[in-house]
């Protein structure tokens, strides 16, 4: 297991203890870099795909951890990059998939999954060196959160989606899998803090348990983790570490 540190909230550098985990690798990308908000984040995706490609072509499976999802597309290019053709299993309390005209908020984190699937490839795919992953070959997890235009699309949407609970080997698809888990899957109750916090949702225990039963099928790549929360107040550092660690057990083990 190689981790990779990637301290960034979209093109955003963030405190150094913001996600505390020990890294292997750290991605450091210049400030300040020019372009609109999509070329600065493709920055950043290239090196997180530069960093992964080696550990995946060396036989080791890279667990990522980041601020936000955009960084798991990056993964999964690094992943391609190394001779693998993925699919995407995708933990999240949110569908992002929005696409820019759907989208009320703006915030490119909506579009994460979409854009991974083929949405926008100009602006996304082709910056990181990216093929988009074919949407029947993507599982959303969870996503009780959903805006009306992203409820819509699912409707008739190749992506399958299932809950918490039915993650197991029979409901991924075949072949080497990217487990994406953004850890806003977690009820808002239980674990405070996300920047989007959504409640009725599963316990950590439940969310890992469902990522045990990926792991186990022995076909996980690539792991990639968005912890996209505010810096920490309180006991929250110390409920970070925590689950950080847990998360990072389950490919360690």
């Known amino acids: 297991m190689t981790t990779i540190l990637?301290?960034?909230h979209h093109d955003e550098r963030l405190a150094d203890d913001d996600i505390p985990v020990r890294a292997d690798h750290i991605v450091h990308v210049p400030a300040g870099g020019a372009g609109d908000q999509w070329e600065r984040n493709a920055v950043v995706g290239r090196a997180v795909a530069a960093?992964?490609?080696?550990?995946?072509?060396?036989?080791?499976v890279p667990v990522v951890f980041s601020g936000d999802c955009l960084v798991a597309g990056a993964t999964v290019a690094g992943v391609q990059q190394a001779g693998v053709d993925p699919a995407v299993i995708w933990f999240d309390a949110h569908g992002d998939v929005h696409t820019l005209e759907t989208t009320g908020s703006g915030y490119l984190g909506g579009l994460s999954l979409r854009v991974v699937t083929g949405a926008h490839r100009d602006l996304y795919a082709d910056l990181i060196g990216l093929r988009p992953v074919a949407p029947e070959r993507a599982v959303l997890v969870d996503a009780r959160d959903l805006?009306?235009?992203?409820?819509?699309y699912l409707a008739v949407s190749p992506i399958r989606r299932i809950a918490v609970s039915e993650v197991a080997a029979e409901t991924v698809p075949a072949g080497p899998l990217v487990l994406h888990v953004d850890l806003d899957v977690i009820d808002a109750g239980e674990f405070p803090g996300f920047r989007f916090p959504?409640?009725?949702g599963p316990s950590?225990?439940?969310?890992?348990?469902a990522c045990r039963r990926?792991?186990?099928?022995?076909?996980v790549v690539a792991f990639d983790v968005a912890c996209p929360w505010w810096p920490a107040v309180g006991d929250q550092a110390g409920a970070r570490e925590?689950?950080?660690a847990a998360v990072q057990a389950l490919i360690a083990a």
């Open 6 to 8: 990637v301290p960034y």
């Open 51 to 60: 960093a992964v490609t080696p550990v995946v072509a060396s036989g080791e």
């Open 147 to 152: 805006d009306p235009a992203e409820a819509d």
């Open 198 to 200: 959504a409640g009725g």
């Open 204 to 209: 950590a225990e439940a969310v890992l348990a």
């Open 214 to 219: 990926v792991v186990g099928t022995g076909r």
């Open 242 to 244: 925590r689950l950080v």
